[in-house]
């Protein structure tokens, strides 16, 4: 069955320095791979996506993942983080293809906490 | 312009009681959804209309009825509210591509907070 596992229910890193949220996925091919963004009180927003090509995705606000797929892992990274990007993130997974019925598959979700 | 917007954005009720949380998206997507957020964020699928048809009917009690009166709308009633129905509802669309069925990429709502006393 697909899965989607973020091992870090929260991280804290001080304003300035780099970030790296963890995602890896239980999938029998490569599936599509989503990372949102909920910020406090909003919706989620996409930040980035991988469907195929460079396994290097960049996104919005300056994020980017890697999808490596012998370790089933697609990694957010942000090199220098702002007191902004505090919100919850979420890994999400999508079968291929992704026909009228299809369902993303989420993770559990990495709640960013920023120090100043 | 709101994408995709939800009414109400609060919504306190009592136990027993019938809610109406209404959706609609002007970004002329073909496929809306109904989400489930509980407190500790996790994102359970509940609905999914294309074209009006649904689509996608997870186990979620009969209490929940989503209908969809067009394309852009897709409206989520509640009957016999209970405490576990407290959560926060999203909304959301997913727009469709030539060669991919589904982009996958959904935009979402600002979400309905319901709280069932």
């Known amino acids: 069955a697909q899965s989607v596992t973020q091992p870090d229910i929260h991280i804290t890193v001080s304003e300035g320095a780099s970030l790296e949220l963890r995602c890896n996925y239980s999938y029998g091919a490569t599936p599509y791979l989503f990372w949102y963004v909920q910020s406090p009180g909003q919706g989620l927003q996409l930040l980035l996506k991988y469907f195929s090509g460079d396994t290097l995705v960049q996104g919005i606000k300056g994020f980017e993942a890697e999808f490596k797929r012998s370790q089933s892992s697609f990694n957010l990274r942000k090199p220098s983080v702002h007191w902004s990007d505090a919100a919850e993130y979420f890994c999400?997974?999508?079968?291929?293809?992704?026909?009228?019925?299809?369902?993303?598959?989420w993770g559990a979700g990495t709640k960013l906490i920023i120090k100043p | 312009d709101t994408a995709v917007s939800q009414t109400p954005k609060y919504l306190v009720t009592q136990m027993g009681n019938d809610k109406s949380i209404k959706c609609e998206q002007n970004?002329?997507?073909?496929?809306m959804y109904w989400y489930k957020q509980d407190s500790k964020k996790f994102l359970k699928i509940m609905f999914s209309?294309?074209?009006?048809?649904?689509?996608i009917n997870e186990t979620v009690p009969n209490r929940f009825s989503p209908k969809s009166p067009d394309k852009a709308h897709l409206n989520l009633h509640i009957n016999s509210l209970e405490l576990g129905d407290s959560a926060v509802y999203f909304c959301a669309s997913s727009p469709r591509d030539r060669e991919i069925s589904n982009t996958g990429e959904l935009f979402f709502g600002e979400g309905s907070r319901l709280t069932v006393l």
């Open positions: 999400a997974v999508g079968a291929v293809p992704m026909d009228s019925n299809y369902q993303l598959i």
């Open positions: 209309y294309n074209n009006k048809e649904l689509i």
């Open positions: 970004l002329g997507h073909d496929t």
